[in-house]
């Protein structure tokens, strides 16, 4: 499997991104799929969520109310959109499959990087 995430880049704090995940080895509509960040010093977090048989979400509190996970109509790209950024949001993004990540059988991308300037 290989994970091909782009989108990040360099805001200032109250700005918007929309990052996109794209994947070959695995198809988006066999697996529910999430969006991940790493900030330097901290521990990976799943930030948003997306079930493939009901399409529901969820998001971590940190970014609850500001995120939209969402995907094409294809099946091919999944995004991640944050709005009002902060700082607090600078990390490195990645997608991946929560099914995998937990059982330590996920293979990750390189990730986008997002930095949040004040």
């Known amino acids: 499997v290989l994970l091909v995430e782009s989108g990040g880049g360099s805001v200032q704090a109250g700005g918007s991104l929309k990052l996109s995940c794209t994947a070959s080895?695995?198809?988006?509509?066999?697996?529910?799929m999430g969006w991940y960040r790493q900030a330097p010093g901290k521990q990976r977090e799943l930030v948003a969520a997306?079930?493939?048989?009901?399409?529901?979400?969820t998001y971590a509190d940190s970014v609850k109310g500001r995120a939209t996970i969402s995907r094409d109509s294809a099946w091919t790209t999944i995004y991640l959109e944050i709005d009002s950024l902060t700082p607090e949001d600078t990390a490195q993004y990645y997608c991946?499959?929560?099914?995998?990540?937990?059982?330590?059988?996920?293979?990750w991308g390189r990730g986008t990087q997002v930095t949040v300037s004040s």
């Open positions: 991946n499959a929560p099914s995998l990540v937990v059982r330590g059988w996920a293979s």
């Open positions: 997306m079930t493939v048989r009901s399409s529901s979400v």
């Open positions: 080895g695995l198809v988006f509509n066999t697996e529910d």
